[in-house]
């Protein structure tokens, strides 16, 4: 692991850093010594580990639960190189989806090849920020929504230090085999007029996860429009539950 | 309005009265002075007034929020007679539902009779209880499922005293004719493994809720299992937003 930088603002500390080629953002409080809570936010897909999405909900974390937030730029996003054969991949499935062709099993497809390098990533960054002494190796929880769900599932069905997960705007057609081996508490978020994921498929991802204590929360809105405010009070009360 | 009998305990006071002759229960902290929410709880099928899930319910709304909070026997529960016209139609329904004909359209119907009457009776106490000096003419809120779902739809729907209501367990062919005039803000709850409820008309219930503001929470389980005590939580933070 390397630190590339540190700042701080709001009671907040902030550091960048890489492990191996990956870069990643770590957000602690500000005189933090001693094992806490580490919550992962997975961003969106055109986003990257500091966009303001991922930020605002890393300082509520922070402030609210005195966890430690840790951000990773998935592959060809943020700090990092485009990413040829993802790259290649995203451009022929954009000549399908003109010509045509479903777009969801092609964005399945897309997600689980980005998965088998996403999940190894990510938990090599938790066994190196969990190192770090204000950190420590605490409970972990996870939030990600759309991409962050879709790269989020098959993490969290990896990762056995991950005890509670907020996830949403994902479909059972992409995550429902990877949902049936997550036991762990779920909040799971809809958006009731998503025009990319189907409503049923939502619903289906819903109903796949195997964990007994599970809650769907749906708002009235787009794929890509803001969750409500409450969602994120609700999100630091369920990991304040389960972390 | 006459009072029964009014006791004291953990801080809330504990009103008994009738207005007519609907019995109500009445809750308020224990030294209150002057307007507060005030939050009408509807109890469930077989239930009545001070049922031990409203009772719980009526004591996390005083001590939280300072509410006021009533409840009001339905017709032919608690300490009502039996309604003999209602009775009735309960008892030819059942037969044609051993008959095998669907209930659903049978209960909807049976609750829209049953609605004519609930209605001004409880826009009747709510005029009696705000003339009291504790209570006063503060905002409303109203929270209900099943039964009080079916019959507090129509009651949110006619009393514009009402600014926020958390509903479910209901179903859009029952409800969505008055569901369409709602514009506050609504919390919905779906048992996601409802057994008399089918799921799409707990969604299309949700769905015909004119509200701009409104949140579905689903949770495992079926009608009549008990809600998870977090959406208690998250009632008296969605009332504290809004009354």
Chains 1, 2 share one sequence.
Not at 169 to 184: F, K, Y
Not at 209 to 237: C, I, M, Q, W
Request: glycine share 10%.
């Amino acid at each position: 692991m390397r630190s590339l930088s540190t700042s701080s603002a709001d009671g907040v500390r902030h550091l960048i850093l890489t492990v191996g080629d990956v870069p990643a953002a770590l957000w602690t409080p500000q005189s933090a010594s001693g094992a806490r809570p580490l919550i992962v936010i997975g961003h969106g897909g055109g986003q990257h580990k500091t966009a303001p999405a991922v930020l605002h909900r890393a300082r509520r974390f922070v402030a609210d639960l005195g966890a430690a937030v840790v951000s990773i730029d998935a592959p060809g996003h943020g700090d990092r190189p485009v990413h040829a054969a993802f790259d290649a991949a995203a451009t022929a499935n954009q000549a399908r989806i003109d010509a045509g062709e479903d777009p969801i099993a092609l964005i399945t497809a897309f997600q689980a090849m980005v998965a088998e390098q996403t999940v190894p990533e990510w938990r090599a960054v938790l066994d190196a920020v969990q190192t770090l002494d204000h950190v420590g190796a605490g409970p972990v929880g996870y939030w990600g929504m759309s991409l962050g769900c879709g790269l989020g599932v098959p993490f969290v069905a990896a990762e056995p230090r991950v005890r509670a997960a907020v996830l949403g705007l994902g479909s059972g057609l992409a995550n429902a085999g990877d949902a049936a081996r997550i036991t762990v508490p779920v909040e799971f978020l809809v958006q009731w007029h998503d025009e990319r994921v189907p409503r049923e498929q939502s619903l289906a991802l819903f109903d796949a996860f195997a964990s007994p204590d599970k809650t769907l929360h749906a708002n009235p809105g787009g794929h890509s429009d803001r969750l409500p405010e409450h969602e994120l009070d609700s999100a630091v009360r369920f990991f304040a539950r389960h972390l």
